[in-house]
């Protein structure tokens, strides 16, 4: 099946820095790739959606300054995550549709955790 | 806003006996529904999926679910539970326009007991 990796697989930081994340489609080309947030025994919160070559769109609540998405080829998004603050440690996790992208699931990387500290 | 709800947040069985994990979603139109386990700080694993094609899905692990479109339901069912069970399992949706945006439920978590 197709695979998404991501990396780093886990991440310490301190408080005001920045954080890449890097999510990769290794076996099929992602024109659409989506990032989630996950906070310690919650769900997964979509966080935007990265289109190749164009501005990521941003769900409602989630501020794009801090949250820096590019998806600058069909294999790669990075999230940047600037100035880190304690209150972004997280579990992100990605993913990608498939060029075709229809009646097909989402393939998931294995997520980043971020702890800020 | 579409939605999916998984209606118990903590399921405990005992080894050997079956396992039902209880999913609910808001209907507009058919979506494509998933079933997902994560174990501790692991990305997530598809288990199974339901396109439109047969109501009943198997799944790996044993794993089947049952796609109710009258009861608008998508339970997770497994005859006899494994310890290696134990975990969170995910409920989530999709449109069939675009697969990877997905809706999760808030997640169930499994206790396997010997």
């Known amino acids: 099946g197709a695979v998404v990796s991501q990396h780093p697989s886990w991440v310490i930081c301190k408080s005001g820095t920045s954080v890449k994340i890097e999510c990769r489609s290794l076996?099929?080309?992602?024109?659409?790739m989506f990032w989630y947030r996950q906070f310690p025994k919650q769900s997964l919160m979509l966080m935007a959606t990265?289109?190749?070559?164009?501005?990521?769109?941003?769900e409602q609540g989630v501020e794009k300054d801090k949250f820096l998405i590019n998806h600058a080829s069909l294999t790669l998004s990075t999230l940047t995550v600037t100035s880190a603050h304690p209150e972004d440690s997280s579990f992100y996790i990605c993913?990608?549709?498939?060029?075709?992208?229809?009646?097909?699931?989402?393939?998931f990387g294995q997520g980043t955790r971020l702890t800020v500290v | 806003a579409q939605s999916v709800t998984q209606l118990d947040s903590h399921v405990s069985v005992s080894e050997g006996t079956p396992v039902l994990l209880r999913c609910n979603y808001s209907?507009?139109?058919?979506?494509?529904l998933f079933w997902y386990v994560q174990h501790p700080n692991k990305g997530l694993q598809l288990l199974l999926k339901?396109?439109?094609?047969?109501?009943l899905v198997k799944g790996i692990n044993g794993f089947e679910a049952e796609f109710k479109k009258s009861e608008t339901s998508f339970h997770l069912t497994k005859p006899s539970a494994h310890m290696s069970d134990a975990a969170e399992y995910f409920c989530?949706?999709?449109?069939?326009?675009?697969?990877?945006?997905?809706?999760f439920g808030d997640g169930t978590t499994l206790t396997v007991k010997p």
């Open positions: 993913s990608a549709n498939d060029r075709q992208g229809r009646g097909t699931e989402a393939f």
């Open positions: 076996d099929f080309q992602a024109t659409t």
């Open positions: 990265s289109n190749e070559g164009s501005k990521a769109t941003y």
């Open positions: 209907s507009s139109y058919s979506p494509s």
């Open positions: 339901y396109t439109s094609a047969a109501t």
């Open positions: 989530a949706r999709s449109d069939n326009t675009n697969a990877g945006k997905s809706t």
